[in-house]
């Protein structure tokens, strides 16, 4: 299994901290589309590393077009020497349609008709020929010669993978169904992978004849760590808080209500429409808490928890520190983890 980590220090540091990533071992570095775009930060990681793999989890998708996709995924891949992996992800309609401005209908036949006309501009741009997507939602049908990059930028290893990242039943059979690799959000729970996600994406695969064991799984798993006892606490404070905001959004009560908790999440939606934030972080209890994040009282214990809980599941794992997070301490549990 692979383990990877998250970058979220901004682009002055970026260089350093990639670095940094790469030499302690990890095999990927991730960013996301938070409060910065998760492209830029990527394009310093690949001039100052050499190995690992560089991803956008998650860069959101119905915010963009698919050329605009194609383009800076090319980019990146054609840059980074083959190390780069396009990842996904829809956002939720208040998202897309307020903080965006762009349209939302149908958001996994959407996905579907994305990837799919990302994947026809590539083929275009490596192949030749005329470019003719007519998609649902996309239609692209105009290549001009002056726009198209050069096919010997990717060769050798050609355009990038794409992952897709999901919880519902509709994207993650689509992320089966059209892409390369699968991002678990990290909300769900080894139980929700195992008995909803897995046979959802081995559906979607099918449709298209292939396997689920052809599917790259990728999952951040949340870690609770620190110097100190206090520091433990704190850090399960903040998760106890990251995931009562996760839980007041609807598209992921079916987690919920797999661990018998279906009722939680209107009570925190309506929580969160008052600004509530410490009441709905008091309705998390610590047996949720555990089942969807792993506390680090010793690196050992706690990298064998991993591998139980995550052992042929899937073929990726980073960690997800919702607070300010020691480095030194998760590359002391990667290494344990790879023992």
Same mark, same amino acid.
């Given at each position: 299994? /692979?383990i990877?980590?998250?970058?979220?220090?901004?682009?002055? &540091?970026?260089?350093?901290?990639?670095? @940094?990533?790469?030499e302690?071992?990890?095999?990927?570095? !991730?960013?996301f589309?938070?409060?910065?775009?998760? =492209?830029?930060?990527?394009?310093l990681?690949?001039?100052?590393?050499?190995r690992?793999?560089?991803?956008?989890s +998650?860069?959101?998708?119905?915010?963009?077009?698919?050329?605009?996709?194609?383009?800076?995924? !090319?980019d990146l891949?054609?840059?980074?020497?083959?190390r780069?992996?396009?990842?996904?992800?829809?956002? +939720?309609?208040?998202?897309?349609?307020? &903080?965006?401005?762009?349209? !939302?209908?149908?958001p996994a036949?959407?996905?579907r008709?994305m990837?799919l006309?990302? &994947?026809?501009?590539?083929?275009?741009w490596?192949?030749?020929?005329?470019?003719?997507?007519?998609?649902?939602f996309?239609q692209?049908?105009?290549?001009?010669?002056?726009?198209?990059?050069?096919?010997?930028?990717?060769?050798?290893?050609?355009p990038?993978?794409?992952?897709?990242a999901g919880?519902?039943?509709?994207?993650?059979r689509? @992320?089966?169904?059209?892409?390369?690799?699968?991002m678990?959000?990290?909300?769900c729970?080894?139980e929700?992978?195992?008995?909803?996600t897995l046979?959802?994406?081995?559906?979607?695969?099918?449709?298209?004849?292939k396997?689920?064991?052809? /599917?790259?799984?990728?999952?951040?798993?949340?870690i609770?760590?620190?110097?100190?006892?206090?520091?433990?606490a704190?850090?399960r404070? @903040?998760i106890?808080k990251?995931?009562?905001?996760?839980?007041?959004?609807?598209?992921? !009560?079916p +987690?919920?209500?797999?661990?018998?908790?279906?009722?939680?999440?209107?009570?925190l939606?309506?929580?969160?429409?008052?600004?509530?934030w410490?009441?709905?972080?008091?309705?998390?209890?610590?047996? =949720?808490?555990d089942?969807v994040?792993?506390t680090v009282?010793d690196?050992?214990? @706690?990298?064998?928890?991993?591998?139980?809980r995550?052992?042929?599941?899937?073929?990726?794992l980073?960690?997800?520190?919702?607070?300010?997070?020691?480095s030194?301490?998760?590359?002391?549990?990667?290494?344990?983890?790879l023992?």
């Amino acid at each position: 299994m /692979k383990i990877d980590t998250t970058i979220t220090t901004g682009l002055g &540091r970026m260089a350093e901290d990639a670095r @940094a990533a790469e030499e302690a071992g990890y095999s990927g570095i !991730w960013t996301f589309e938070g409060a910065h775009d998760p =492209f830029l930060p990527l394009l310093l990681a690949a001039e100052h590393t050499e190995r690992v793999e560089l991803g956008t989890s +998650i860069a959101v998708a119905f915010a963009r077009n698919p050329l605009l996709i194609a383009t800076v995924g !090319w980019d990146l891949q054609a840059y980074s020497r083959g190390r780069f992996i396009l990842g996904l992800g829809s956002q +939720i309609r208040a998202h897309i349609t307020r &903080r965006y401005s762009m349209p !939302w209908s149908r958001p996994a036949d959407r996905m579907r008709d994305m990837v799919l006309a990302v &994947r026809a501009i590539w083929e275009t741009w490596e192949h030749g020929g005329r470019l003719d997507h007519h998609g649902e939602f996309y239609q692209h049908t105009l290549m001009p010669p002056l726009f198209r990059p050069a096919a010997a930028e990717v060769d050798g290893f050609g355009p990038p993978p794409i992952y897709l990242a999901g919880v519902g039943p509709h994207m993650t059979r689509v @992320a089966g169904e059209v892409a390369d690799g699968f991002m678990s959000h990290p909300f769900c729970t080894p139980e929700f992978l195992r008995t909803v996600t897995l046979p959802m994406l081995a559906e979607g695969a099918a449709v298209t004849g292939k396997r689920l064991d052809e /599917k790259a799984i990728h999952h951040s798993v949340m870690i609770a760590t620190g110097n100190t006892a206090e520091d433990v606490a704190a850090a399960r404070r @903040a998760i106890r808080k990251q995931l009562a905001f996760y839980g007041s959004t609807q598209a992921y !009560w079916p +987690i919920l209500e797999l661990h018998d908790r279906g009722e939680l999440g209107p009570r925190l939606k309506e929580l969160s429409k008052q600004g509530e934030w410490d009441r709905m972080t008091e309705l998390i209890d610590d047996e =949720f808490l555990d089942a969807v994040a792993v506390t680090v009282d010793d690196p050992a214990d @706690a990298a064998a928890q991993l591998h139980r809980r995550y052992d042929g599941l899937v073929g990726r794992l980073g960690f997800s520190t919702p607070y300010q997070v020691d480095s030194t301490l998760l590359e002391v549990l990667m290494r344990e983890f790879l023992r």
